[in-house]
């Protein structure tokens, strides 16, 4: 069974400041992983994938293979910033059910 | 190009009551996803399908079916609604090159009292 785990339901930080989201897996294969980001009023949308391996406004995420995690990270919080980050797994090879985690609620105070 | 739709965007429902929530996309996707998202509990996948004409269970697939009815559409019944599926719903298609990258819907917020 695939399983992701987000420890933290809320997570505050001043403008500036360092951010890092919290998520672990369990998964006995070669996942995919990914961070998407729900904005006031917006859709859920993607944030980036662990095989792009880019950087999206700031964000970074390096998948841990051996700690089974991938921590979201931004080295200076923007008010903007604040948000609903959920991540989530699938299998590799396409057409996959993706298994979300129970989501971090960003606050970024000014 | 609306990508993913769903209606109705709200819903009153008795318990006991019945409906069907309608999800559309028109970008080719072959894979859809119905998901609800409840506080605390995060996103839990309730059925999906991974292309037209299959459809598998998700994490909570107790009390709701599902229609791929083309490669469309993809809908999901409530048979007969409890309190307990009081939450919002969001159906969700999936990139044709299978990087099962997910487009959302806006998503659809049911009260059942």
């Known amino acids: 069974a695939q399983r992701v785990t987000q420890p933290e339901k809320l997570l505050s930080v001043f403008k500036g400041a360092p951010v890092e989201l919290k998520c672990n897996y369990s998964?006995?294969?070669?996942?995919?992983l990914f961070w998407y980001v729900q904005y006031s009023r917006q859709r859920l949308q993607l944030l980036l994938r662990?095989?792009s391996r880019e950087s999206i406004k700031g964000f970074t995420a390096d998948l841990n293979k051996g700690e089974t995690s991938f921590h979201l990270k931004k080295p200076f919080a923007q008010e903007e910033d604040s948000a609903m980050y959920y991540c989530?797994?699938?299998?590799?090879?396409?057409?996959?059910?993706?298994?979300f985690g129970t989501g971090t609620k960003l606050q970024v105070i000014p | 190009n609306a990508g993913v739709t769903q209606t109705p965007k709200f819903q009153v429902l008795k318990t006991g009551q019945s409906m069907t929530l309608q999800c559309a996309q028109d970008m080719n996707h072959n894979s859809m996803y119905w998901y609800r998202q409840d506080p605390g509990m995060g996103l839990r996948l309730i059925y999906y399908s991974a292309s037209e004409g299959t459809t598998d269970k998700g994490e909570v697939p107790n009390g709701y079916n599902v229609s791929r009815l083309n490669k469309r559409e993809f809908s999901l019944r409530l048979e007969s609604a409890a309190p307990s599926q009081t939450s919002v719903y969001f159906c969700a298609s999936n990139d044709p090159t299978g990087a099962n990258v997910l487009t959302f819907g806006a998503g659809s917020r049911l009260t059942v009292l």
């Open positions: 989530a797994l699938s299998k590799t090879g396409g057409y996959q059910k993706v298994t």
């Open positions: 662990h095989i």
């Open positions: 998964y006995s294969g070669s996942p995919e």
